[in-house]
């Protein structure tokens, strides 16, 4: 499982490099290298972007003999999301157990790098949404996995913080954290220990994003920067209009949803045998059942975000693919619960058949990387890297 998804991740990042869709690609990485430049100004930043992508890729490049290119991002972008697969991993271990969190990394590598590989109208490299991986998950681990206190609260906010730096639509994830902490206080009680947690938190966020505003500050970039970041902000915005996305947008979502269908299958079977009211009680099930909660209004928070965005473009999927790729885990488990109880011989056959058809409704999704992986490798041409960054500097700011 280690190596088919370490062969997803180097087939999307080269294929993503590769394509000819490089506007988002190359405007990120122009303004991270203007941002470590002495001579840059604030119209160098992204304008409708918080700075804290150039804050934390720029300085690859002094770091990166020759002319610089895209290039130099390779490793600092690969880092950040190997990190995020292993904070992902690590999270629906602890809620599902290893065999179960096992497919479930997979499931999300392959839809979280379809979304920003095998659409040709926008770029897929060094785009926000593979920054955002890790924050994000690192707040979710402290939330549903660390004991209550001060050390779950900050790491909390720090993740938070550095995500609200990166991309504003992170706004979705904070938005859940206050529906579900107010549903955890309303049932536990005690009101001191909420502010307190909420206090560390909104510490956390604030010295997460300290550094990026003291840089900011410095330069006298500050309120140019929120000013342009409000107002373009909201030209991004539209009424939300109930419409399907077209079926390209579905493909990668396709074995997500199918064990979606089987943990709410087997929530539904539970129910009508009477199972729920034996287990319920226990800490085990509650905890599955609070991180639960939180994952739907998570994950109905980023399909919020999306449908108010007047652009759909692929990689604004990305952030909605890591809740319900973490739902997935209820199906997942009951099906490794319900093969302990059988013979080796079905035991074997139930987990190689689960296998089988994840990857068998994965297969449009695997045989688009070979395809795209095979078109944009034969014509790519390394040394137009260099020029095409030269040409995008001389242009000015974005």
Not at 29 to 48: E, I
Not at 73 to 91: C, N, R
């Amino acid at each position: 499982m280690a190596l088919a998804i370490a062969a997803v991740h180097v087939l999307a990042r080269v294929s993503a490099i590769c394509t000819s869709a490089n506007y988002d690609s190359l405007t990120y990485a122009v303004a991270a290298w203007r941002f470590y430049s002495p001579d840059a100004l604030a119209a160098d930043l992204v304008a409708d972007k918080p700075a804290g992508q150039a804050l934390l890729t720029g300085w690859c490049y002094r770091l990166w003999p020759g002319s610089p290119s895209r290039l130099a991002l390779i490793p600092i972008e690969s880092a950040f999301l190997l990190a995020g697969y292993v904070a992902f991993w690590h999270l629906a271990r602890r809620l599902h157990g290893t065999r179960a969190a096992s497919l479930q990394v997979a499931m999300l590598v392959l839809a979280f790098n379809a979304y920003n590989t095998l659409d040709d109208s926008t770029a897929g490299f060094n785009v926000n949404e593979n920054y955002l991986l890790l924050p994000t998950l690192v707040a979710v681990l402290a939330h549903l996995a660390m004991p209550d206190g001060r050390r779950r609260a900050l790491l909390r906010g720090l993740g938070l913080g550095l995500a609200l730096s990166v991309k504003q639509t992170a706004v979705g994830l904070l938005v859940a954290f206050l529906i579900h902490g107010a549903i955890r206080a309303c049932r536990s009680g005690p009101r001191r220990e909420t502010v307190c947690s909420a206090a560390w938190t909104g510490a956390g966020l604030l010295l997460a994003v300290s550094p990026l505003v003291v840089v900011l500050a410095a330069r006298d970039w500050l309120a140019p920067h929120l000013y342009g970041l409000a107002h373009l902000s909201a030209e991004h915005l539209e009424p939300p209009r109930p419409m399907l996305p077209p079926w390209i947008r579905i493909v990668p979502l396709v074995p997500i949803a199918w064990w979606l269908l089987v943990g709410a299958a087997a929530r539904w079977g539970e129910r009508s045998a009477g199972r729920s009211e034996q287990t319920g009680s226990s800490p085990e099930s509650t905890g599955r059942s609070d991180a639960g909660s939180f994952l739907w209004i998570w994950l109905t928070m980023e399909v919020a975000v999306l449908a108010m965005l007047n652009r759909h473009s692929a990689h604004y999927y990305q952030p909605l693919v890591v809740p319900a790729a973490l739902l997935t885990g209820t199906g997942l488990a009951w099906v490794v619960r319900s093969a302990r109880s059988l013979p080796p011989v079905q035991r074997a056959r139930v987990v190689r058949w689960s296998v089988l058809v994840t990857f068998a409704l994965a297969m449009p999704t695997v045989m688009s990387f070979a395809v795209e992986f095979q078109r944009r490798w034969v014509g790519y041409d390394i040394t137009r890297e260099a020029g095409e960054f030269a040409r995008r500097l001389a242009d000015g700011s974005p």
